[in-house]
């Protein structure tokens, strides 16, 4: 005692008051730091800011863009009825053209592969590179003010995701959660370009992850829905696609949205094909890359000169023909020129989505269904608007082979709760039929290109050095209670490493193990690391397998462990246990889809 107390009255007042400081840090992290499950629904929060940030900043860009090229802001359909002409057909040449010099100007100081986003979540590691993916999203700006047919959600999911990945790579993140971490981008860029938070979430899980886990499906959803909270601040908050249209009228109607669902699998199986058709043709142009996209321009800029309608993504087609201001002819017109206008641009090598076009190719599908059914049909006629959103959900559902996605987004698209059931019918009917067709998804070459990445091995062959975070909270062996303390405050996790002068591992602290000295400023003055740690925790190793490393998790209520050098004993890192079962779930997955 009489040690102690001659070590007490050595501290100075400024000292003790820091400790105390520390020691009341420490009180509120004991009982309010998050588990690492927890905190992954922290990022999340900011990964759904991020997005919206991104896709607010995308959107205004965007508007000013298009004023330069055209003199007006707006929807693209009625902003080219305004045009002269020659602006119709100039506006989507010019702005093509743009957007075809960035992507070649680019090749010459970018060698990095420009990365899709779900290229980036499906198989890579959530590296998403900055460069390239600026780039891709500057030459989309050009594309899309222009009056490109082509969809924006492609350069809103892409800029969420890279500043996801940016923010995994920040905090050193290991690569199941800097993935996790982009996949909560992508699905927050999705929910803000369309205004769907549970479809922008399903629209990953289910097309991108392939998986509804818990684990996974939990940050789709928070990021999604912080993203459009926030766009919706920022705009009008209602229905993308409003229309006054019923439900089936009589109980025999539901007959006919399973032929509509057979139908658009056919319908979407030729739209794949036409998609991927037409990216082979303008590619074997023996033409630059830039004057190819100039090309494609050009096209939508010709057929903008008789029909506007083919301009723009097709949100506001879609809307019209959902409150029946067009008539049948013409919308089969339309349904033939805009399928043109999408193949033309997409086919010249625009960076952009199909995801409205093909929304507006099964609107279109859907209400010339409903006329022509209504020709022999008995009784009342058939809503045609129904029919036509029944489409839209058909065509998406075989499309991207996501039926559970389709009939969620246009169930927010629409705010329609009594078309649940025809839209579940008709998406069904129509994902199987283009699976007995034995067609592929539309975004299959995304996700089955790209770099590789640990998730592309067997479970048999993944290691823990595969998956590790070399960053790690660690400590010397005769650190005082202060540096203890601040490695905690300062760190993510609930454990402290405790190495000695050549770095090798000598034991651990757990965060209940400096409860005792929360309050005793004496005993906190005194104890330092080598009274706190325990020596014989589990410890994994480089070439050790996943099952293993799973084995030595179960025997310890310790959330991450640390990884060890076989030799020197050195700390390399550690792996997180919720790092270790996302990297199983996604690897087992693989393997059902590999020997299914």
Not at 171 to 197: D, N
Not at 450 to 478: C, H, Q, Y
Not at 494 to 517: K, N, Q, T
């Amino acid at each position: 005692m009489t040690g102690e107390g001659s070590q007490i009255g050595a501290i100075s007042p400024a000292a003790a008051s820091t400790l105390r400081r520390l020691q009341l840090g420490l009180r509120l992290l004991s009982r309010l730091r998050p588990t690492d499950r927890e905190i992954i629904f922290l990022w999340a929060i900011l990964v759904g800011l991020l997005g919206a940030a991104a896709a607010l900043g995308f959107q205004a860009l965007t508007g000013y863009i298009q004023l330069f090229l055209t003199g007006h802001q707006g929807r693209y359909v009625e902003i080219f009825y305004q045009l002269s002409p020659w602006q119709r057909i100039a506006v989507p040449a010019v702005g093509a053209l743009c957007a075809g010099l960035i992507l070649t100007l680019s090749h010459r100081f970018v060698r990095s592969r420009a990365t899709d986003y779900m290229e980036a979540v499906s198989l890579g590691d959530g590296t998403v590179p900055i460069q390239a993916s600026l780039i891709r999203s500057g030459s989309a700006l050009f594309s899309i003010a222009s009056g490109g047919s082509i969809g924006r959600e492609g350069p809103l999911v892409q800029l969420a995701g890279l500043a996801a990945s940016i923010v995994g790579r920040f905090r050193g993140m290991a690569p199941p959660k800097r993935r996790l971490l982009v996949a909560c981008g992508a699905s927050a860029g999705m929910a803000a370009a369309y205004h769907t938070p549970l479809g922008g979430a399903f629209f990953v899980a289910e097309i991108v992850l392939g998986s509804f886990a818990m684990e996974s499906l939990g940050p789709l959803l928070i990021s999604s829905a912080v993203a459009a909270i926030v766009v919706d601040n920022f705009s009008v908050n209602e229905s993308l696609f409003h229309f006054e249209g019923g439900a089936p009228g009589s109980m025999g109607e539901y007959v006919l949205y399973p032929f509509l669902g057979i139908l658009c699998g056919l319908i979407a199986a030729f739209w794949m094909q036409l998609l991927k058709e037409s990216r082979y043709r303008f590619g074997a142009l023996p033409i630059p890359l830039w004057l190819r996209m100039t090309f494609g321009g050009l096209i939508v800029g010709l057929l903008a000169f008789w029909h506007p309608e083919v301009t723009g993504n097709g949100s506001s087609v879609i809307h019209n023909m959902l409150n029946n201001e067009y008539a049948i002819h013409f919308i089969a017109l339309v349904l033939l020129l805009k399928i043109l206008a999408t193949c033309a641009v997409f086919g010249s090598g625009a960076v952009g989505g199909i995801f409205t076009p093909t929304l507006l190719v099964g609107a279109a599908s859907g209400f010339l269904f409903a006329r022509f059914a209504g020709m022999i049909w008995p009784g009342d006629s058939l809503e045609s608007a129904t029919f036509a959103l029944a489409g839209m959900s058909s065509l998406l559902a075989a499309s991207a082979q996501a039926p559970i996605t389709a009939i969620i987004m246009l169930f927010e698209m629409s705010l329609r709760y009594d078309l649940i059931l025809p839209l579940a019918i008709a998406s069904v009917s129509a994902y199987s039929t283009v699976k007995a067709l034995g067609t592929d998804s539309v975004y299959k070459e995304s996700l089955h290109s790209g770099p590789r990445s640990v998730f592309d091995k067997s479970l048999a062959e993944v290691r823990v050095t595969d998956i590790l975070r070399p960053s790690v909270a660690k400590v010397s062996l005769n650190a005082p209670f202060r540096d203890i303390a601040r490695a905690f405050l300062t760190g993510s996790g609930r454990e402290l490493w405790v190495i000695g002068s050549d770095d090798r591992l000598l034991g651990e602290i757990l965060l209940p193990d400096v409860e005792p000295y929360l309050r005793e400023e004496g005993l906190a003055q005194t104890v330092i690391a080598s009274d706190l740690m325990h020596e014989n925790s589990p410890r994994l190793l480089p070439s050790m397998g996943l099952p293993l490393a799973l084995e030595s998790f179960s025997r310890t209520i310790a959330e991450s462990l640390p990884v060890v050098d076989p030799g020197s004993g050195k700390l390399l890192g550690s792996i997180a246990r919720s790092d270790l079962f996302l990297t199983l779930a996604e690897l087992t997955r693989r393997e059902r889809t590999r020997t299914a």
